[in-house]
């Protein structure tokens, strides 16, 4: 599919925020389509079907978690990908927006190569991608990702989700070298402050779990799964 064949909803009450986000949007490509509020992003959503909902949660009325709720209950929406916008001092509206059904959140304020890093990441989990695939078969692995779960040898795996959005990077493409600045882009975002060894933990916390030595360090560079 092409770019502007994608639809986005946007839902913010904030004009500069619509504007910003709804700028950055456009100018990739997508087509997008705006609300000010939960109501008229369900009804709007309802008659476009959008593969992506972008959602802030704090909105007067109906808030975020609560259109989230409500869209979830419509059927033509159910495999709508639905990311929450929220300020860093929100962690607990990330946990509550996940759990009424959303598949990811974007903090703010963002940058906006780190926006639409992670709107590209989204959309390439669409189920009308393509490329798309609900699972990954590597040897033994399987990377399902409906399920958020990895299969190794009939046993299920689970790992915490940057774990498994970490995983599902180097798989996404076996045996290319992932820069660790490329790394913190797709599944952190650069204006997450984390930690210079965050990686290096992951990375063996994954190898551990998996009993695999599939992960391999590029020293200097990055990783990669080999193949």
Same mark, same amino acid.
């Given at each position: 599919? =092409?770019?502007?064949? &994608?639809? %986005?909803?946007?839902?913010?009450?904030?004009?500069?925020?619509?504007?910003? $986000?709804?700028?950055?949007?456009?100018? =990739?490509? &997508?087509?997008?389509?705006?609300?000010?509020? !939960?109501?008229?992003?369900?009804?709007?959503?309802?008659? /476009?079907? *959008?593969?992506?909902? /972008?959602?802030?949660?704090?909105? #007067?009325?109906?808030?975020?978690?609560?259109?989230?709720?409500?869209?979830?209950?419509?059927? +033509?929406?159910?495999?709508?990908?639905?990311?929450?916008?929220?300020?860093? +001092?929100?962690?607990? +509206? @990330? %946990?509550?927006?996940?759990?009424?059904?959303?598949?990811?959140?974007?903090?703010? #304020? /963002?940058?906006?190569?780190?926006?639409?890093?992670?709107?590209?990441?989204?959309?390439?989990? +669409? *189920?009308?991608?393509? =490329?798309?695939?609900?699972?990954?078969?590597? !040897?033994?692995?399987? %990377?399902?990702?409906?399920?958020?779960?990895?299969?190794?040898?009939?046993?299920?795996?689970?790992? *915490?989700?940057?774990?498994?959005?970490?995983?599902?990077?180097?798989?996404?493409? *076996?045996?290319?070298?992932?820069?660790?600045? @490329?790394?913190?882009?797709?599944?952190?975002?650069?204006? $997450?402050?984390?930690?210079?060894?965050?990686?290096?933990?992951?990375?063996?916390?994954?190898?551990?779990?998996? =009993?695999?030595?599939?992960?391999?360090?590029?020293?200097? $560079?990055? &990783?990669?799964?080999?193949?």
């Amino acid at each position: 599919m =092409e770019k502007s064949e &994608y639809k %986005i909803l946007l839902v913010d009450d904030e004009p500069d925020i619509l504007e910003f $986000v709804g700028y950055n949007i456009r100018k =990739e490509g &997508y087509t997008l389509f705006t609300c000010s509020n !939960g109501k008229d992003a369900i009804r709007t959503a309802k008659k /476009i079907i *959008p593969h992506l909902i /972008i959602l802030d949660i704090m909105m #007067p009325g109906i808030d975020g978690i609560e259109t989230c709720v409500e869209m979830r209950k419509i059927e +033509s929406l159910k495999s709508t990908l639905i990311a929450f916008l929220t300020a860093r +001092s929100e962690d607990f +509206s @990330q %946990i509550a927006g996940l759990d009424a059904g959303g598949d990811d959140y974007i903090p703010k #304020p /963002i940058k906006p190569r780190v926006l639409m890093s992670r709107v590209n990441a989204l959309l390439r989990r +669409s *189920p009308e991608t393509p =490329e798309f695939e609900s699972r990954t078969i590597l !040897g033994d692995i399987i %990377i399902d990702r409906e399920k958020y779960i990895i299969v190794k040898k009939g046993k299920e795996i689970n790992l *915490p989700r940057k774990e498994f959005e970490l995983l599902e990077l180097l798989t996404s493409k *076996p045996d290319k070298v992932f820069t660790r600045e @490329q790394i913190f882009e797709e599944v952190w975002g650069n204006d $997450v402050i984390v930690g210079d060894r965050t990686i290096d933990v992951h990375i063996r916390r994954i190898r551990e779990k998996l =009993e695999s030595d599939n992960i391999k360090t590029v020293k200097g $560079v990055g &990783y990669k799964y080999e193949s």
